[in-house]
């Protein structure tokens, strides 16, 4: 397994431009199912969740080229309507094809998905929007199979609000006989993203950015030629690697409305910004102020920065706390930020954090993706080095970070092939 080296306590300077965004992209490569024909998309990061992605199409019958952010892909002709186990297993994102394969071959028999250690994310809404559209689903050999003449449209409305399950409906409805409602729809960018997307592809799609959709099916899609949206959690990332090493970094190709809860709490901190269009420039960050986050979903702030800002907060003098209230099991990055010298107590769900003057280097093991990324931060600010191990989870979501933050004047490098 690959590992991080990072010596830290080096300034960072130039600009960090922020990759396509890796949840706005995978929907979007499940949604190329819907139609026949050749979907071009752009700006698509080269990450492993992306590559796992495309296996999961590929073994539907589905043809693509990728180089460089440009991915073409060809649905003209789907061969099956299983997707494997040994596809499926590694991504819970690969439960997108169930709503795609439902409205197009009527016929869908996913394996259950699996993912990072970040506490369980039951696939129950997947299968009983679905139901409600009128599929018939039984879930046994570890798959959920499913099979509809012809799904019609209804009305739900989601008692927990999922990215997951209002992505694969409005999907599985832009194809349904009639309209479709649904209520307590998530609010991410992604989804708008999603939207924006069947839409162009000649979806008719009303609420965008709003929590009540309304779908009116239709009985074609068409294939497209379309640029992905910037990554808000990666701008998120870089603008706190900047803050952390107290640089006067640009981050470029940035959409400040996706991280404006994060923009909110760095500059209540005392950090000072200024924001151009689609760049943001840390133009000061002089003494930090301590603070209490709560994680919600959008537009509050978003659980996939409460590690990265957890980190930056060990930095920062007096108590702060984070209210993590999504994902039960965030908290693996904590014990690995005390070998640092953080100072972190958890009591059920609540991080409390002390600043500490400064972070010491130290062997460490990333257990998730966000995870890491706040480790590879941690290394950036911290005296001494710092060796990060198992970093296949932050190459799931981090097109290149290593390289970016080189770049940059961080100094980390890649040791390949080494094991912990």
Known sequence: ????????????????????????????????????????????????????????????????????????????HLTTFNAPYELVKTMRASIYVLGPLLARE??????????????????????????????????????????????????????????????????AAALAEGETIIKNAALEPEIGELITFLNSMGADIKGINTDTLTITGVNKLNPIDYTVVPDRIEAGTLLIAGIITKSPITIKNINPEH??????????????????GNNIQIKKVGKLSPVYIKTIPYPGFPTDLHPILATLLTTVPGISVINETIFENRFAYIPELIRMGAQIEVDDHIVIIKGTKSLIGADVMASDLRGGAALTLAGLAANKETIVHRIYHIDRGYENLETKLGKAGANIKRIKGQNI
Not at 259 to 266: D, E, G, R
């Open 1 to 76: 397994m690959d590992q991080f080296v990072i010596k830290g306590q080096k300034k960072l300077s130039g600009d960090l431009t922020v990759s396509g965004s890796k949840n706005a992209t995978l929907p979007l490569l499940a949604a190329s199912l819907l139609c026949k024909g050749k979907t071009i998309l752009r700006n698509v990061p080269d990450l492993k969740d992306i590559h796992t992605m495309l296996n999961v199409i590929k073994g539907l019958g589905v043809e693509y080229s990728y180089n460089k952010g440009l991915l073409e892909i060809n649905t003209q």
């Open 106 to 171: 009527g016929k869908a028999e996913v394996s259950l998905p699996g993912g990072c250690a970040i506490g369980p994310r039951p696939v129950n809404l997947h299968i009983e929007t679905m139901e409600k559209l009128g599929a018939k689903i039984k879930v046994e050999d570890g798959f959920i199979k499913a099979r509809a003449n012809k799904l019609k449209g209804t009305q739900i409305f989601f008692s927990t609000v999922s990215v997951g399950a209002t992505a694969n409906l409005l999907m």
């Open 259 to 276: 991280i404006s809860a994060l923009l909110k709490v760095v500059e209540e901190m005392g950090v000072i910004l200024s924001i151009t």
